[in-house]
């Protein structure tokens, strides 16, 4: 992409040469000379360049740094570069200027031009210390020199952001203390991780420091410093997985100070607190060779077990068995070694040990279980009509039992596997009727319906959703409902398929079927609020009294009362957006839904403080914990709706819908589903951004819009995200003849999958084609996101 014949990246940094220039009254300063090799990604509508002659005023100071603001709001740094430099060359000294020096200082520091970045916010952090722009400035000043690797310099500068003492000391901290390592300073940053990991910051935060803390000091030679840290971190780690492998590391190190006490009594712990993973079978075989009597059997079993070694399992399950008192622990002890002589492949062996555990303690937890297990292990053993009939019979002999209904469902499966269809369709019918509102008969009734309405059996897969519409509820009953009338409507009943469609309508407002029910009714959904409309203070006035209507909320405290943009979490939060670190600024808003995660005042005002400062991922994670804390029968205020279905960057996505042929509510619940609206999301396979692109669609969508010097970061920012999702949704709708429910599944699992599962490119019922998406992730996603386009709908105008 070029301006004027111009890369684009040489555009950006012709502007910055020469602003530099400006800014300095005229002398020379040091700054990266123009690179003309270089090109780079559009992030926004290309702005026109001056022209040589006849340049018009420039609009007013206030106007062009709103205009430049809303640009950073959604990654578009060369446009909101542009508009700051007009307003510092036509208006030095008006009072938007010094904002404007700092904004643009930041938008070069956000594209990497952090040598120039450097000059600019210099002023600031050299400035007087009552100047709000002082404490920023440091903090970007010190991350431009760490960039640069002078380390020395970004360790003054943390220092001299530190003795501030703003919320965000303990990140400075962290950041120097990275900086003493470079520089050899092992002794200064363990000292400095030290104070970060005792401080009430976030956990993960917490967690890091004490590790790179203890690394320095056993670096440093003071393992017994180290030992004391890590009892520390231990008092606080929670999740299971990371807390066995501090519980691991920690013994290990206690051994190694000859605290073999100390070591053992973390090994068992770690035993008992996660069983299943690999530093569990270490510490086993540890304690079992040190000869520890304190080791449970018991529990030495049970990692064994699952550690797949079965002889060594059932010796130890043996030694357990020889000291249990309590039957209700020998019962399942014995079914464990059962299940041990299973897995080995012994089945007589475990059928016997099995079945005496069930006749130990019959209305036990354990002995119900063992039971269950008898004839699942009589099936694998071949005798599968016998297990067939054997799982009925338990659904008999204990009807109340949870587990009655996933006995039914194995019933079925085995007279499925025997061939037997008639008495496939009988259980699975009694599974319905006798426990309609369990996960299995959902599932099963729903698969079983489904190939009957495939077979042309209309009458019989209505009978089995009708069962599911009449006593199930939320999407169960709302899929049943719907299933039911599309089977009427094949029966030419249009009256009763006209009152199932109505029931799927009322029963889960933000379901497919529910979008999918409007549309057989030919009910139109159009909402009544502009997607650029704002939140004003008189519906956030309207969600303070909704939840002073629940019960003992009435006196529920003000914001004023709460004071909660003074909270810790809160103000790091705001701060460090400030600073440039959204993903630890993300982190900060959560822990703070988490520690009000059970407040409703708290979590409403949260919601509140975060919408306005433009995280709608915030906003809608604390409205959604709102919502589940919601009695049934408080109907929500559209507040709350607007909240969970938020409307960020309309300008953005309203222009970019509009470009692409997009309904900019569809391209919205879109990045919904992807992402809740976040930014900065990251997926587990690498997916980036707000409308989750993989890196590498990512580089064929920049190939296929001309946009060179394109890199994956860009697909955290908004304007590439929403320019990326809406050209590859539109293109994918294409690919299948215009298909929402086709080219979401294209979205989603491929365009190779969705033509797959079409048969083609066209889809001429696009139910039946949802149905028979055989990837689970891609046909959950496609009811999501076409139940949330309905909410949309009924929420906000078509633009």
């Given at each position: 992409?070029t301006?004027?014949?111009?890369?684009?990246?040489?555009?950006?940094?012709?502007?910055?040469?020469?602003?530099?220039?400006?800014?300095?009254?005229?002398?020379?300063?040091?700054?990266?000379?123009?690179?003309?090799?270089?090109?780079?990604?559009?992030?926004?509508?290309?702005?026109?360049?001056?022209?040589?002659?006849?340049?018009?005023?420039?609009?007013?100071?206030?106007?062009?740094?709103?205009?430049?603001?809303?640009?950073?709001?959604?990654?578009?740094?060369?446009?909101?570069?542009?508009?700051?430099?007009?307003?510092?060359?036509?208006?030095?000294?008006?009072?938007?200027?010094?904002?404007?020096?700092?904004?643009?200082?930041?938008s070069?520091?956000?594209?990497?031009?952090?040598?120039?970045?450097?000059?600019?916010?210099?002023?600031?952090?050299?400035?007087?210390?009552?100047?709000?722009?002082?404490?920023?400035?440091?903090?970007?000043?010190?991350?431009?020199?760490?960039?640069?690797?002078?380390?020395?310099?970004?360790?003054d500068?943390?220092?001299?952001?530190?003795?501030?003492?703003?919320?965000?000391?303990?990140?400075?901290?962290?950041r120097?203390?990275?900086?003493?390592?470079?520089?050899?300073?092992?002794?200064?940053?363990?000292?400095a991780y030290t104070?970060?990991?005792?401080?009430?910051?976030?956990?993960?935060?917490?967690?890091?420091?004490?590790?790179?803390?203890?690394?320095?000091?056993?670096q440093?030679?003071?393992?017994?410093?180290?030992?004391?840290?890590?009892?520390?971190?231990?008092?606080?780690?929670?999740?299971?997985?990371?807390?066995?492998?501090?519980?691991?590391?920690?013994?290990?190190?206690?051994?190694?100070?000859?605290?073999?006490?100390?070591?053992a009594?973390?090994?068992?712990?770690l035993?008992?607190?996660?069983?299943?993973?690999?530093?569990?079978?270490?510490?086993?075989?540890?304690?079992?060779?040190?000869?520890d009597?304190?080791?449970?059997?018991?529990?030495?079993?049970?990692?064994?077990?699952?550690?797949?070694?079965?002889?060594?399992?059932?010796?130890?399950?043996?030694?357990?068995?020889?000291?249990?008192?309590?039957?209700?622990?020998?019962?399942?002890?014995?079914?464990?070694?059962?299940?041990?002589?299973?897995?080995?492949?012994?089945?007589?062996?475990?059928?016997?040990?099995?079945?005496?555990?069930?006749a130990?303690?019959?209305?036990?937890?354990?002995?119900?279980?063992?039971?269950?297990?008898?004839?699942?292990?009589?099936?694998?053993?071949?005798?599968?009509?016998?297990?067939?009939?054997a799982?009925?019979?338990y659904?008999?002999?204990?009807?109340?039992?949870?587990?009655?209904?996933?006995?039914?469902?194995?019933?079925?499966?085995?007279?499925?596997?025997?061939g037997?269809?008639?008495?496939?369709?009988?259980?699975?019918?009694?599974?319905?009727?006798?426990?309609?509102?369990?996960?299995?008969?959902?599932?099963?009734?729903?698969?079983?319906?489904?190939?009957?309405?495939?077979?042309?059996?209309?009458?019989?897969?209505?009978?089995?959703?009708q069962?599911?519409?009449?006593?199930?509820?939320?999407?169960?009953?709302?899929?049943?409902?719907?299933?039911?009338?599309?089977?009427?409507?094949?029966q030419?009943?249009?009256?009763?398929?006209?009152?199932?469609?109505?029931?799927?309508?009322?029963?889960?407002?933000?379901?497919?079927?529910?979008?999918?029910?409007?549309?057989?009714?030919?009910?139109?959904?159009?909402?009544?609020?502009?997607?650029?409309?704002?939140?004003?203070?008189?519906?956030?006035?309207?969600?303070?009294?909704?939840?002073?209507?629940?019960?003992?909320?009435?006196?529920?405290?003000?914001?004023?009362?709460?004071g909660?943009?003074?909270?810790?979490?809160?103000?790091?939060?705001?701060?460090?957006?400030?600073?440039?670190?959204?993903?630890?600024?993300?982190?900060?808003?959560?822990?703070?839904?988490?520690?009000?995660?059970?407040?409703p005042?708290?979590?409403?005002?949260?919601?509140?403080?975060?919408?306005?400062?433009?995280?709608?991922?915030?906003?809608?994670?604390?409205a959604?914990?709102?919502?589940?804390?919601?009695?049934?029968?408080?109907?929500?205020?559209?507040?709350?709706?607007r909240?969970?279905?938020?409307?960020?960057?309309?300008?953005?996505?309203?222009?970019?819908?509009?470009?692409?042929?997009?309904?900019?509510?569809?391209?919205y619940?879109?990045?919904?589903?992807?992402?809740?609206?976040d930014?900065?999301?990251?997926?587990?396979?690498?997916?980036?951004?707000?409308?989750?692109?993989?890196?590498?669609t990512?580089?064929?969508?920049?190939?296929?819009?001309?946009?060179?010097d394109?890199?994956?970061?860009?697909?955290?920012?908004?304007?590439?995200?929403?320019?990326?999702?809406?050209?590859?949704?539109?293109?994918?709708?294409?690919?299948?003849?215009?298909?929402?429910?086709?080219?979401?599944?294209?979205?989603?699992?491929?365009?190779?999958?969705?033509?797959?599962?079409?048969?083609?490119?066209?889809i001429?019922?696009?139910?039946?084609?949802?149905?028979?998406?055989?990837?689970?992730?891609?046909?959950?996603?496609?009811k999501?996101?076409?139940?949330?386009?309905?909410?949309?709908?009924?929420?906000?105008?078509?633009?």
């Open positions: 992409m301006i004027h014949g111009m890369p684009y990246r040489t555009a950006w940094v012709l502007l910055v040469w020469f602003l530099l220039l400006a800014l300095s009254g005229c002398e020379v300063v040091s700054a990266p000379p123009p690179d003309t090799t270089t090109t780079s990604v559009v992030l926004g509508v290309t702005p026109s360049p001056p022209s040589p002659t006849d340049v018009p005023a420039p609009p007013p100071a206030p106007v062009l740094l709103s205009r430049a603001l809303a640009a950073r709001q959604i990654g578009a740094d060369l446009d909101a570069a542009q508009d700051l430099s007009a307003l510092l060359n036509a208006y030095p000294n008006d009072p938007e200027a010094p904002q404007a020096r700092f904004f643009l200082a930041e070069m520091a956000r594209r990497g031009l952090w040598s120039a970045a450097a000059q600019l916010f210099r002023p600031f952090a050299d400035g007087p210390t009552d100047d709000p722009l002082h404490a920023p400035a440091l903090f970007w000043l010190a991350r431009c020199t760490e960039e640069a690797g002078d380390h020395a310099t970004a360790v500068l943390y220092q001299r952001y530190r003795d501030l003492a703003t919320p965000l000391e303990p990140y400075a901290a962290m120097q203390a990275a900086q003493l390592v470079a520089l050899g300073r092992q002794a200064d940053a363990a000292a104070h970060v990991a005792r401080l009430d910051i976030v956990r993960g935060e917490r967690a890091g420091s004490y590790e790179r803390a203890i690394e320095l000091h056993i440093l030679g003071d393992p017994a410093v180290a030992l004391d840290l890590y009892t520390e971190l231990l008092d606080f780690a929670q999740t299971p997985t990371y807390r066995a492998r501090i519980l691991f590391d920690a013994a290990s190190l206690a051994q190694q100070l000859g605290q073999a006490e100390q070591a009594a973390w090994l068992r712990q035993i008992a607190d996660a069983p299943a993973t690999s530093q569990a079978q270490i510490a086993v075989d540890q304690l079992l060779a040190a000869g009597t304190a080791l449970s059997p018991a529990a030495a079993a049970q990692v064994l077990m699952q550690a797949e070694r079965w002889p060594e399992a059932l010796t130890q399950f043996d030694l357990a068995l020889a000291q249990a008192a309590d039957l209700e622990v020998a019962t399942e002890l014995r079914r464990l070694r059962g299940m041990t002589l299973r897995f080995q492949g012994d089945f007589p062996a475990a059928l016997a040990a099995l079945s005496e555990a069930g130990m303690s019959p209305n036990s937890e354990a002995g119900r279980q063992a039971q269950l297990d008898w004839i699942q292990t009589l099936g694998q053993s071949g005798e599968v009509e016998r297990a067939s009939v799982y009925q019979e659904a008999a002999n204990y009807p109340d039992d949870p587990r009655a209904p996933d006995a039914l469902d194995r019933a079925a499966q085995l007279r499925e596997r025997l037997d269809r008639e008495g496939t369709l009988a259980i699975q019918r009694s599974l319905g009727e006798r426990y309609p509102q369990s996960s299995q008969a959902a599932s099963v009734l729903h698969r079983a319906a489904m190939a009957l309405f495939r077979s042309g059996d209309y009458a019989q897969a209505r009978a089995f959703w069962i599911l519409a009449e006593q199930a509820r939320g999407e169960v009953q709302a899929q049943a409902a719907f299933w039911a009338a599309r089977s009427a409507v094949a030419s009943d249009p009256a009763a398929a006209s009152a199932l469609f109505r029931v799927a309508l009322d029963a889960a407002p933000s379901s497919y079927y529910t979008a999918r029910a409007s549309e057989e009714l030919g009910l139109e959904l159009q909402g009544s609020v502009p997607l650029d409309a704002p939140l004003n203070e008189s519906d956030w006035a309207t969600l303070r009294a909704w939840v002073r209507s629940w019960p003992d909320q009435a006196a529920a405290p003000t914001p004023e009362e709460l909660l943009e003074a909270d810790g979490s809160v103000r790091r939060a705001t701060l460090l957006v400030e600073v440039g670190l959204g993903t630890e600024a993300r982190n900060e808003w959560l822990a703070a839904i988490e520690r009000w995660t059970d407040d005042p708290r979590l409403a005002e949260l919601a509140r403080l975060a919408h306005s400062q433009g995280s709608a991922y915030v906003a809608l994670r604390s959604a914990r709102l919502a589940r804390l919601a009695p049934s029968d408080s109907p929500q205020p559209l507040v709350l709706e909240l969970l279905y938020p409307a960020p960057y309309p300008a953005l996505l309203i222009q970019q819908s509009a470009e692409r042929g997009l309904d900019p509510r569809l391209l619940a879109l990045l919904r589903q992807e992402s809740l609206f930014p900065l999301a990251t997926s587990w396979v690498g997916a980036r951004g707000m409308a989750q692109v993989m890196p590498a990512g580089e064929g969508i920049a190939h296929n819009l001309g946009l060179a394109f890199t994956l970061d860009d697909l955290y920012r908004p304007v590439v995200s929403v320019n990326f999702g809406a050209y590859y949704l539109s293109a994918r709708m294409a690919d299948m003849q215009g298909s929402i429910q086709g080219g979401l599944a294209s979205y989603n699992g491929g365009l190779g999958n969705a033509q797959r599962w079409a048969g083609g490119s066209f001429s019922d696009p139910d039946l084609f949802t149905e028979g998406v055989d990837f689970a992730e891609t046909r959950g996603y496609i999501a996101v076409y139940g949330f386009y309905a909410v949309y709908q009924r929420i906000y105008t078509q633009p």
